[in-house]
């Protein structure tokens, strides 16, 4: 095995072996980390010296001797005996009963996911976590994917884990309405994952992980995992949907230079047929079944735009009827920011404009440079191209992201 | 989100300060670079010399100028920096109340996103 594929079954049986431990032992935070050093080492020596028939046996049982190396050096210290029962051989705990085995693997993957997910512990940490327990990364991995130094992302995640431990969380799925709340915060991570990657704004790196690719992969698991009858089922495959239907424009996105290419102007015959393929009939599937929700939303407009061969072929009325229904189930003023650039298509940019009027006195976006890049845009169509200058300059200097700077700087050029 | 919390200081209210006021100003550094520490949101920080030891290479559109001095004369200069990785601009200005300067009238943290970086240890 090449050590690509390696890394790939290793990633693939993380969440198992770290379960394992962690039902056994119920120290989520020191299992862990024993499941780190294990992978690590699983990582050194598989592509050299061959995969072990039982290759989770085997990580089961490096990690329970780190766990036990470590926990008896502890006891030493303390001069207290250790009460551990290691006479059962840690593999075996991987296949008590073949009939249950996958139900038991489908309900730790996913408590794994909730336990790293933990309301008690910030964005930032979840993600972290998330990846490295979940997604089987590395620390190291998971820092060049955030842009951080590693000693940061070690205590990032060490923090997470001593959060989770403090909230005296267990590792037990969460039942009834808790459950839906509790997933809903594992979405929202898997997208803030994927957005991370996508919205990567700094230099090419060659040893990034994707971590779009990474969401994705999460998704598809979470959504293997989880009943096609739980009430959240329909929002799991509506943002598995967008993602796919965000990535198959990815290679358009950018000029090789790095910078942005609105929508517009991408060369849509470079766009991904195969995901906008998949995403589709996922999105119209689950639409036809499931109660609706913001991610089915979105992905369902991310479809439409998907269809259409160019902008003014884009059937904006149904963005425009998609968009509000967004907007009404969950009112941001980012949604009606877009709203607005759909009513501005299909009644012109005056009721546009007049929409992002009711903006105005919203702090939530005050001083937020899309606020003047849609403005910009509108009056731009609206034909008043010095204010429209005048906005573009604005939404340039509030970025924060130098993509969309050097693009938003070049739309106020224009119109010079 | 990376942010620069850039230490803004005032030399005239540095020297007013006690040997007690000084003292705690140097323990609450060192306190909060171990919580961003901790908390996993700290990247960097490096203080200044005194802008005494400044030189200036200004543009002047052929050769440029080497001048003794800071760009700007002014009251007050950027003493040091802190550079934090966090979750929103809320949890920034919330690091950077954290930081003891800000318990003296006449310093101050200047809270400014980063856009783009490279060449650290990352």
């Known amino acids: 095995m090449t050590s690509v594929e390696v890394e790939d079954l290793l990633r693939r049986l993380a969440p198992r072996v770290l379960a394992v431990l962690v039902r056994r032992h119920g120290q989520f935070d020191a299992c862990e980390d024993a499941v780190q050093e294990a992978l690590l080492a699983a990582a050194m020596q598989w592509p050299a010296e061959g995969v072990p028939a039982e290759p989770a046996g085997w990580l089961v049982t490096v990690a329970g001797r780190r766990l036990t190396d470590q926990w008896r050096s502890e006891s030493a210290r303390r001069r207290r005996e250790t009460t551990l029962a290691v006479q059962q051989p840690y593999h075996e705990l991987l296949t008590p009963d073949p009939a249950d085995e996958l139900d038991r693997h489908v309900d730790d993957t996913l408590t794994l996911l909730f336990l790293c997910c933990h309301p008690e512990v910030s964005a930032p940490s979840q993600l972290a976590l998330t990846l490295r327990a979940v997604g089987g990364l590395t620390t190291e991995q998971i820092a060049r994917a955030f842009l951080v130094p590693e000693s940061t992302m070690a205590q990032r995640i060490s923090r997470a884990k001593q959060k989770i431990k403090e909230a005296g969380a267990t590792f037990a799925m969460p039942a009834g309405p ?101 995403g589709t009939e996922l999105v119209e599937q689950t639409m036809a079944t499931a109660p609706l929700g913001p991610y089915q939303l979105q992905a369902a407009i991310a479809a439409v735009h998907a269809e259409a061969p160019s902008t003014e072929a884009t059937d904006w009325r149904q963005v425009l009827v998609l968009y509000e229904i967004l907007d009404r189930m969950t009112p ?85 | 989100m990376k942010f620069l919390l850039i230490m803004q200081v005032n030399p005239a209210v540095l020297e007013a300060l006690t040997d007690a006021e000084r003292e705690s100003i140097g323990n609450g550094h060192a306190e909060f670079m171990r919580l961003t520490q901790e908390s996993g949101e700290f990247i960097g920080t490096q203080a200044l010399a005194d802008p005494a030891n400044t030189l200036t290479v200004r543009g002047t559109g052929s050769v440029p100028a080497v001048t003794d001095g800071p760009y700007l004369e002014a009251k007050e200069y950027m003493g040091g920096f802190y550079l934090v990785d966090c979750e929103s601009r809320e949890r920034a200005v919330e690091l950077a109340k954290q930081i003891p300067d800000t318990a003296f009238g006449g310093l101050a943290i200047e809270v400014r996103p980063v856009m783009f970086s490279a060449g650290f240890e990352m």
Request: hydrophobic share 40%; net charge positive; aromatic share 4%.
């Open chain 1, 332 to 416: 941001n003023p980012m949604v009606t920011l877009n709203r607005a650039i759909a009513t501005a298509e299909v009644h012109g940019p005056r009721a546009g404009l007049d929409l992002l009027g009711t903006l105005a006195g919203d702090k939530r976006i005050a001083g937020h440079h899309r606020l003047d890049a849609v403005r910009g845009h509108l009056l731009e169509l609206a034909g008043d191209r010095a204010a429209a200058h005048e906005h573009y300059r604005r939404a340039a200097r509030h970025t924060v992201s130098l993509p969309e700077r050097r693009y938003l700087e070049q739309r106020a050029e224009r119109l010079k």
């Open chain 1, 178 to 278: 808790e459950r839906t709340e509790r997933l809903a915060v594992v979405l929202h991570v898997l997208y803030l994952i994927f957005n991370e990657g996508y919205t990567a704004t700094s230099g090419p790196d060659l040893q990034r992980v994707e971590l779009t690719a990474e969401a994705m992969r999460l998704t598809r698991e979470v959504r293997r995992l989880l009943p096609a009858t739980d009430p959240a089922a329909g929002e799991v495959a509506g943002l598995l949907a967008l993602m796919l239907l965000t990535d198959a424009r990815r290679a358009t996105r950018a000029t090789p230079d790095g910078a942005l290419v609105p929508l517009a102007e991408q060369d849509r015959g470079r766009w991904d047929a195969e995901l906008i393929k998949e």
